[in-house]
Nanobody
Framework: QVQVVESGGGLVQAGGSLRLSCIAS????????MGWFRQAPGKEREFVAAISWSGGNTHYEDSVKGRFTISRDNAKNTVDLQMNSLKPEDTAIYYC????????????????????WGKGTQVTVSS
């Protein structure tokens, strides 16, 4: 059984920064492709960022490019999302997801590609 737990959400003013962390346990972490998704009130869940096994490949949703950075530490079984220049429209519940894959450099952008999800952490950006 794989467990995924997020932390680091909170309330921040527009223009500020937050760092979300996610820890996945249960199998060999380095074989997980990891991703972050978010869901704002009244909206569908959307892709935010993803990172491959090795950490060598990343992919971002267009609205967060240049502001958010996804990274991972396979020794610590963690993946982080550094969020800078936050905007009110970034307000959402952020979810971390893990997918066991044999494709070393795969970055997965579809929610259906992930089999394990955390419960989410709230990020609120005030204007």
């Amino acid at each position: 059984q794989v467990q995924v737990v997020e932390s680091g959400g909170g309330l921040v003013q527009a223009g500020g920064s937050l760092r979300l962390s996610c820890i996945a346990s249960g199998r060999t972490f380095r074989r997980y492709a990891m991703g972050w998704f978010r869901q704002a009130p009244g909206k569908e869940r959307e892709f935010v960022a993803a990172i491959s096994w090795s950490g060598g490949n990343t992919h971002y949703e267009d609205s967060v490019k240049g502001r958010f950075t996804i990274s991972r530490d396979n020794a610590k079984n963690t993946v982080d999302l550094q969020m800078n220049s936050l905007k009110p429209e970034d307000t959402a519940i952020y979810y971390c997801a893990a997918s066991v894959t044999m494709r070393t450099e795969a970055v997965l952008v579809g929610g259906h590609e992930y089999g394990y999800w955390g419960k989410g952490t709230q990020v609120t950006v005030s204007s």
